[in-house]
């Protein structure tokens, strides 16, 4: 397949460098607070790479996406609401896990934590390279590197050499490009700040460093094939990572760098510092399910902005019932025999699909594809075009496509799930067939009307009466 490498600013033909295995890491969640559908747009695009190379290449996939569980803003985070930091983290970590759930992201292989003993071991034993090879020094109790002493240094954000000021540092996790300085590898604390020691230095670790000790371990040695964020941190992190690792090491750090767009809103990116994000919860509260949000996250190619809107997830819910109209409505085809029509259809829907996601990851066009497909299937069920003997390639057809978008089958797993307690569904059932048994059918109409209106419908049969999701 190809995809776009910001390494190089080109396409290229995509294969893992050894064996069948692709080694990726993805930078995950800073943990200081609950993840917006900002991050989960790169979350969600990394799930459908990590999807496209499984179910449609063919390829192992390792993959590992971390916890940012100290750092700047998580310490600070711990101060301001009196917790230790690992409680305080641990919170964000639990959210984050319900919502990758809710958005039907696949479970990688591994999702280490910062602070793992294993992992700050690690970046112990990168600091110490570092030093033992020039790249890095002390000063006033942390542990800097010396972008000076790298000549590619820059060259992932292609970073112009003259704007870099030799000698200036900069301690803080994130800074501008223009700022390009000595990164720090490791903070001294002050007092009551989590530390650990490592190389004879108590301190804490720099964001960065974090990153190239994760990967390095548990997917080294280098190259890696895969890594991947959000176009934020192409710089200064990515590149500190680059730095950091490939100074140590002496080899490449990672053979691809897969970097998506920002979700907007009102042309700003989505964040929390301008206090414009979503979270999962408060989508589901307003009454739209996780599966249209997945299904907006994917419906514009991941290298270009997406705007996010009310209107725009009304428009993403609307195109998923399309989708399982049509399905339900192949569940109803009961005429035998074949069309091969029909099936010359579905051949084409599956080409175009295959070829939009082997071309950079283009689900726009991919939706587009399978689209096109709902369409003729729905005039050839019309036309009685659709026998009972083409339902398994249709399905298998809807079934492949699922297996790199994980809308179909997150919403099939929404409609199993009730949108309130199955309890109080029951008892407003029973509370409704008192109130029939007294013939009070204004009351009993009342309980159908607000179960209704939160998404919960009632049919009534000789056996009983049943609810299904609205
Ligand atoms: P953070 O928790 O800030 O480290 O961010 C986690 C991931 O979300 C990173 O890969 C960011 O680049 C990404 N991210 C943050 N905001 C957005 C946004 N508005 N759109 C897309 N990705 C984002
Ligand atoms: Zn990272």
């Not at 998580?74 to 690992?86: F, V």
């Amino acid at each position: 397949m190809r995809l776009y490498n910001t390494l190089t600013r080109t396409e290229e033909t995509f294969a893992p460098g050894v064996d069948n295995t692709v080694r990726m890491y993805t930078c995950g969640l800073t943990v200081y607070a609950r993840g917006h559908i900002g991050n989960f747009r790169t979350f969600v695009c990394t799930d459908v790479l990590r999807r496209t190379l499984r179910h449609l290449e063919g390829y192992t996939v390792r993959h590992v996406m971390n916890f940012t569980d100290v750092d700047d803003r998580t310490i600070i985070g711990a101060q301001k609401a009196g917790m230790d930091l690992r409680s305080y983290t641990d919170q964000y970590i639990a959210a984050f896990r319900e919502d990758a759930r809710a958005l039907g992201l696949e479970p990688v292989e591994e999702n280490p934590r910062a602070t793992d003993p294993d992992n700050i071991a690690a970046m112990g034993e990168l600091i110490d390279q570092l030093e033992k090879k020039g790249h890095a020094y002390r000063s006033d109790g942390s542990i800097y590197f010396k972008i000076s002493t790298m000549a590619d240094y820059g060259k992932l954000a292609h970073l112009d050499h003259e704007g870099i000021k030799p000698g200036a540092r900069v301690d803080s996790d994130d800074y501008v490009k223009d700022d390009a300085r000595d990164f720090v590898l490791w903070k001294a604390t002050s007092p009551g700040e989590p530390t650990w020691e490592v190389v004879g230095a108590p301190g804490r670790p720099g964001w960065h460093l974090e990153c190239s000790a994760m990967a390095l371990r548990l997917l080294g040695p280098s190259p890696i094939d895969i890594h991947t964020g959000g176009v934020d941190l192409i710089f200064p992190h990515h590149e500190n990572e680059i730095a950091q690792s490939e100074c140590a090491t002496g080899h490449q750090f990672s053979r691809f760098w897969f970097h998506v767009e920002h979700l907007i809103v009102d042309e700003q990116k989505m964040s929390k510092s301008l206090g414009n994000t979503h979270i999962i919860p408060e989508i589901v509260k307003a009454g739209f399910r996780p599966s249209a949000v997945r299904f907006l996250l994917l419906s514009a190619h991941y290298r270009k902005q997406l705007n996010f809107t009310w209107e725009s997830l009304t428009q993403a819910e609307e195109a998923m019932r399309r989708l399982i109209d049509c399905i339900t409505r192949l569940d109803g085809v009961a005429a035998a025999g074949s069309h091969p029509d029909t099936i010359a259809r579905v051949e084409e829907a599956r080409t175009a699909f295959a070829a939009a996601m082997r071309d950079d990851l283009n689900t726009a066009a991919a939706l587009g594809a399978m689209f096109e497909l709902v369409r003729a299937l729905n005039s050839a069920i019309d036309a009685g075009q659709v026998g009972t003997d083409d339902l398994p390639a249709i399905r298998e057809a809807f079934h492949n496509f699922d297996l790199v978008l994980g809308i179909l089958s997150l919403r099939r797993a929404e409609d199993e799930q009730p949108p309130i307690p199955i309890e109080e569904i029951e008892r407003c059932i029973d509370e409704r067939q008192a109130a029939r048994r007294r013939r009070d059918f204004a009351a009993a109409d009342r309980v159908r009307q607000d179960l209704a209106a939160r998404g919960v419908l009632l049919e009534d049969s000789p056996t009983g009466t049943r609810w299904k999701r609205k």
